[in-house]
């Protein structure tokens, strides 16, 4: 009767740990998710920034 329920007792034990580690895997996803919607909201003020001074260059080629 002892090994059944220590198999039991680490099935258990198993699924806890699963569990854990599944819970720190999702909050991690998470984090990676706002640091990449972070740089794409950077990247694309950058792409923004490069096209108002594109814009400005031309325009300052057109003078010359």
């Known amino acids: 009767m002892f090994w059944p ?3 039991i007792a680490l099935g258990f034990l198993g699924l806890a740990v699963l569990g854990v580690f599944a ?5 991690e996803a998470r984090r990676l ?3 990449v919607a972070d740089s ?3 990247i ?3 792409a923004e920034d490069l ?3 594109a814009v400005g260059a ?3 080629a057109d003078r010359i």
């Not at 819970?23 to 909050?27: A, E, G, K, P, Y």
Request: net charge positive.
């Open 58 to 60: 031309a325009r300052a």
């Open 44 to 46: 694309n003020r950058a």
């Open 33 to 35: 998710g706002r640091q």
């Open 23 to 27: 819970v720190r895997v999702f909050l």
């Open 40 to 42: 794409a909201r950077r």
């Open 51 to 53: 096209e108002r001074a």
């Open 5 to 7: 329920m220590l198999a």
